[in-house]
């Protein structure tokens, strides 16, 4: 029998809640509950990290120095130890994990942390054919400032398979999803894009959702067979900053990205100038 798939939420002085997947995507965004906005007045910060179960030194002082300035931190491989959910509740007001793999005593898998409560929450699992191990994702909604309301996918992607079928099944719900979602959005995390016909199946994909890849000047993002494993795809949104950090804490570097909420009238990808960043042809 299948597993159930769930999130856990922490927030600071609550009692831990399983959250399961709605019923139904289709009537997203017409019904959502109206919320408190991500904090600040136009820039939102971004955190995307895989951060290898926390099993290397300075992961911690990492999320200090870097995390938490950003209003969302989306961090795949993220185990549940007590230093890192306690570091969650004192810096963000609610933080969702999917646990895809379960150790003795952490679970680990995708884990978003934000500023704000999410109006929308969907934990999604994919099993990995070959291993038979479980990869994450989650999906999640919060208001902007100006009413919007922005959809936030987090995805560590499977990397043992055959071919491309798992992949890309891996990633149907949550192109259901973002189709059904009017307003901004951003798809990040660990992609595990290293062949050809990955990188072109994720590529595919991200066209027919019209997101954007964030692009790196100083492009220091972990590869295999020369192909970088980590993402940032985007609509609806500029991009004013961009930056990767090296660091000897996982075995990722993490990517750092400043957004700029905009306005839009149409679904169309907009025209977008990014200052200091190549333009996505």
Same mark, same amino acid.
């Given at each position: 029998?299948?597993?159930?798939?769930?999130?856990?939420?922490?927030?600071?002085?609550?009692?831990?809640?399983?959250?399961?997947?709605?019923?139904?995507?289709?009537? /997203?965004?017409?019904? @959502?509950?109206?919320?408190?906005?991500?904090?600040?007045?136009? /820039? /939102?910060?971004?955190?995307?990290?895989?951060?290898?179960?926390?099993?290397?030194?300075?992961?911690?002082?990492?999320?200090?120095?870097?995390?938490?300035?950003?209003?969302?931190?989306?961090?795949?491989?993220?185990?549940?130890?007590?230093?890192?959910?306690?570091? =969650?509740?004192?810096?963000?007001? =609610?933080?969702?994990?999917?646990?895809?793999?379960?150790?003795?005593?952490?679970? #680990?898998?995708?884990?978003?942390?934000?500023?704000?409560?999410?109006?929308?929450?969907?934990?999604?699992?994919?099993?990995?054919?070959?291993?038979?191990?479980?990869?994450?994702?989650?999906?999640?909604?919060?208001?902007?400032?100006?009413?919007?309301?922005?959809?936030?996918?987090?995805?560590?992607?499977?990397?043992? #398979?055959?071919?491309?079928?798992?992949? #890309?099944?891996?990633?149907?719900?949550?192109?259901?999803?973002?189709?059904?979602?009017?307003?901004?959005?951003?798809?990040?995390?660990?992609?595990?894009?290293?062949?050809?016909?990955?990188?072109?199946?994720?590529?595919?994909?991200?066209?027919?959702?019209?997101?954007?890849?964030?692009?790196?000047?100083?492009?220091?993002?972990?590869?295999?067979?020369?192909?970088?494993?980590?993402?940032?795809?985007?609509?609806?949104?500029?991009?004013?900053?961009?930056?990767? @950090?090296?660091?000897?804490?996982?075995?990722?570097?993490?990517? @750092?990205?400043?957004?700029?909420?905009?306005?839009?009238?149409?679904?169309?990808?907009?025209?977008?100038?990014?200052?200091?960043?190549? #333009?996505?042809?």
């Amino acid at each position: 029998m299948a597993k159930k798939t769930y999130s856990v939420r922490y927030v600071a002085g609550q009692p831990v809640e399983r959250i399961f997947p709605p019923l139904a995507f289709s009537r /997203l965004g017409q019904a @959502l509950p109206p919320g408190e906005p991500l904090p600040g007045s136009k /820039l /939102l910060r971004v955190m995307v990290w895989n951060i290898y179960k926390q099993q290397r030194a300075d992961w911690l002082s990492v999320l200090q120095g870097f995390g938490k300035d950003a209003q969302l931190v989306l961090l795949q491989e993220a185990q549940t130890t007590p230093e890192l959910v306690r570091f =969650a509740t004192s810096n963000y007001l =609610a933080t969702d994990q999917v646990p895809a793999l379960v150790f003795p005593q952490h679970p #680990s898998g995708v884990m978003t942390l934000s500023a704000a409560h999410p109006v929308y929450c969907c934990p999604l699992r994919e099993r990995e054919p070959l291993l038979r191990l479980a990869k994450s994702a989650l999906v999640t909604v919060y208001p902007l400032y100006d009413g919007q309301l922005m959809m936030v996918v987090n995805i560590h992607a499977v990397n043992f #398979s055959l071919g491309v079928d798992v992949y #890309s099944k891996q990633l149907g719900p949550i192109g259901e999803q973002i189709l059904n979602h009017q307003g901004p959005v951003i798809m990040a995390g660990d992609f595990n894009a290293w062949s050809r016909q990955r990188i072109t199946a994720l590529y595919r994909f991200a066209d027919r959702m019209t997101l954007r890849e964030v692009k790196f000047i100083d492009d220091q993002r972990r590869r295999a067979f020369g192909r970088p494993l980590d993402f940032v795809f985007y609509r609806g949104l500029k991009v004013t900053e961009a930056s990767v @950090l090296v660091t000897q804490a996982s075995d990722h570097n993490p990517l @750092l990205v400043e957004f700029e909420p905009h306005k839009r009238t149409d679904k169309s990808v907009p025209e977008t100038k990014i200052v200091g960043i190549p #333009s996505v042809g």
